[in-house]
Antibody, heavy 123, light 107 residues
Framework: EVKLVESGGGLVQPGGSLRLSCAAS????????MDWVRQAPGRGLEWVAR??????????EYAASVKGRFTISRDDSKNSLYLQMNSLKTEDTAVYFC??????????????WGQGTLVTVSS | DIQMTQSPSSLSASVGDRVTITCRAS??????LAWFQQKPGKAPKSLIH???SLDSGVPSRFSGSGYGTDFTLTITSLQPEDFATYYC?????????FGGGTKVEIK
């Protein structure tokens, strides 16, 4: 059974930092692209970042809204995905979901999601 | 960025009804289109990828169609557990983008 379990959310002041983790199990983590997607309270879904696998040289992609402030990384030996969030803003307040990506003719879609972890940025 | 526009933003329907949700991309995305279902306080659930391919375990009353810029999600014979918010998402190019969502409510 595929499981994605996020942790690390909490309350942080504007300008602060937080590191989210996603523990994966039930599949070969090292083979997969992995993503973070967020959802602000009462709002829709927003893609945040992608980490490709070793075969794709661990390259990354970011949404413009977080580029330069957030860093996605992975540790295949621990089956874990991370999101280091720096210079946090109130508009970063959201539930952050970890998502697994599956391949479809050269592109990748989300096929499994974690339950999410809430990040609140407030003074 | 590719903008994804869903309509309607909400609808009321009864159990047994046929429901259709549309999603339009601001530029062509081939069939790189996915649909998700989300219930309050829960994670999204993947329903469809490649515009029309059902994900594992998704009931056959769900179907998707379309190519290029115009896509639809259809639920035949709406069931009580289908009342939720539905999102489309393009994965043709970065940044990956979602539609604004369609809330399906009980009439």
């Amino acid at each position: 059974e595929v499981k994605l379990v996020e942790s690390g959310g909490g309350l942080v002041q504007p300008g602060g930092s937080l590191r989210l983790s996603c523990a994966a199990s039930g599949f070969t983590f090292s083979d997969r692209f992995m993503d973070w997607v967020r959802q602000a309270p009462g709002r829709g879904l927003e893609w945040v970042a992608r980490a490709r696998n070793k075969a794709n040289t661990y390259t990354t992609e970011y949404a413009a809204s977080v580029k330069g402030r957030f860093t996605i990384s992975r540790d295949d030996s621990k089956n874990s995905l991370y999101l280091q969030m720096n210079s946090l803003k109130t508009e970063d307040t959201a539930v952050y979901f970890c998502a697994r990506a599956a391949h479809h003719t050269g592109n990748y879609f989300f096929d499994y999601w974690g339950q999410g972890t809430l990040v609140t940025v407030s003074s | 960025d590719i903008q994804m526009t869903q309509s309607p933003s909400s609808l009321s329907a009864s159990v047994g009804d046929r429901v259709t949700i549309t999603c339009r991309a601001s530029q062509g995305i081939y069939d790189y289109l996915a649909w998700f279902q989300q219930k309050p306080g829960k994670a999204p659930k993947s329903l469809i990828h490649a515009a029309s391919s059902l994900d594992s375990g998704v009931p056959s009353r769900f179907s998707g169609s379309g190519y290029g810029t115009d896509f639809t999600l259809t639920i035949t014979s709406l069931q009580p557990e289908d009342f939720a918010t539905y999102y489309c998402q393009q994965y043709n190019s970065y940044p990956l983008t979602f539609g604004g969502g369609t809330k399906v409510e009980i009439k």
